[in-house]
């Protein structure tokens, strides 16, 4: 592999040599390249959290001290990225995330557990972790198992409640945090509570055995949600908002519904939801459009379509995988699809093995289902 200038060809060796560092040194941006000015070294710099830890098993503080520290200032233009080393940490909660601030860990080997009667979401990002009076924007949690302790809690807290407000932000209005390869379990309520913010990504989670829903997006719109997996919770997923658009996630064995979707103008893609106790996709929300997704042996309704309008459904396939109810999972869905209180909708699949294929009325709507 070439990595020096003395592996290259003598004609590019001299070209990267002499013509580009001389091109730069002209438009004084080669000093800068080679020596980064000390701010920019700051902002950019790596904390752990073990160098913040005074001892002791809490280690709520030491997570603070290493978010404060990588955005002391609480810079809107600031951030840097707080390592957490593969470990078992316990912590009391409402750990504030800053504004441009990532939280790394490195996966299932960085386990965070809520400490017993702390009654706290573990990471909060909220309207007062930004800078000059603003919501905060732009955070990262990433690479981390946590765990809520869910019955040594009094009260019911999400594992991460980020909730940013309405007020506008420099990025297009957009709040734009990330929330990428975690694994969550035993929450107190919601796995993810989403409330009033624009933008959030959220990216490979596994969520399970938490209370509430695993993922729940409350008044909160724009958000992006790829490759989730909400399991044995209360709810799948539940979007309340306008513009969420779900991709590749799959909700199963949840005790309530699949995907309860309120939001208007969501879209799901690809998704699954399969043995949850009531309906696998609960829709309430107008212009919602589901393309190429699958309702397997839920209890009540494979897709259930109530009071909403407008609502676009191509590539259906509900069923249920044994040809009658005996009591047992998996479970029997009771319809294919259910229409409630609705018109003006559009849905085309195939529906198999259900008790009922198609239930309720249509109005001014268009249904093409095979029913089998």
């Excluded at 003598?10 to 980064?36: K, N």
């Excluded at 990225?81 to 912590?91: E, I, K, M, S, T």
């Excluded at 005790?255 to 799901?268: E, L, M, Q």
Aim: aromatic share 6%.
């Amino acid at each position: 592999m070439m990595g020096a200038t003395g592996d290259l060809p003598i004609g590019r060796r001299a070209f990267m040599a002499a013509g580009i560092t001389t091109g730069i040194a002209t438009t004084g941006l080669a000093a800068a390249m080679v020596a980064p000015s000390p701010a920019a070294a700051a902002i950019t710099s790596t904390r752990s959290v073990v160098d913040f830890h005074n001892g002791g098993s809490d280690w709520t503080a030491a997570f603070q001290a290493a978010i404060d520290d990588a955005n002391a200032t609480n810079d809107r233009h600031g951030g840097g990225l707080v390592h957490v080393p593969a470990g078992r940490y316990v912590v009391a909660g409402n750990i504030r995330v800053h504004t441009g601030v990532t939280v790394q860990g490195e996966g299932w080997g960085s386990f965070i557990r809520l400490a017993s009667q702390a009654n706290a979401p573990i990471f909060s990002v909220d309207e007062t972790t930004g800078a000059d009076g603003k919501p905060a924007f732009a955070t990262m949690i990433c690479g981390l198992r946590l765990n809520g302790n869910g019955s040594q809690q009094a009260g019911s807290p999400p594992l991460i409640k980020i909730a940013t407000g309405s007020a506008t932000t420099p990025i297009f209005n957009d709040h734009r945090h990330t929330l990428a390869d975690l694994y969550m379990q035993y929450g107190a309520g919601d796995g993810v509570a989403i409330e009033g913010t624009r933008a959030t990504r959220v990216d490979n989670l596994y969520v399970t055995k938490c209370a509430g829903s695993g993922l729940s997006a409350i008044d909160a719109s724009d958000g992006l949600f790829t490759r989730v997996v909400s399991a044995g919770n209360g709810v799948g997923f539940s979007l309340a908002g306008a513009s969420n658009n779900l991709l590749a996630c799959r909700a199963s064995r949840n005790s309530a519904d699949g995907f309860v979707i309120t939001s208007s103008r969501s879209a799901v893609t690809n998704g699954y939801s399969l043995d949850n106790g009531r309906d696998g996709y609960r829709i309430q929300g107008n212009e919602t459009n589901m393309t190429g997704c699958v309702a397997d042996s839920n209890r009540e309704a494979g897709v259930r379509i109530s009071s909403a309008r407008r609502v676009v459904v191509g590539g259906l396939s509900s069923f249920s995988r044994v040809p009658s109810d005996n009591g047992s999972s998996p479970f029997h869905q009771q319809w294919g699809v259910r229409f409630e209180n609705t018109g003006d909708n559009f849905i085309s699949g195939v529906v198999r093995q259900n008790q009922t294929g198609v239930d309720g009325s249509n109005s001014n709507g268009i249904t093409q289902l095979v029913v089998v």
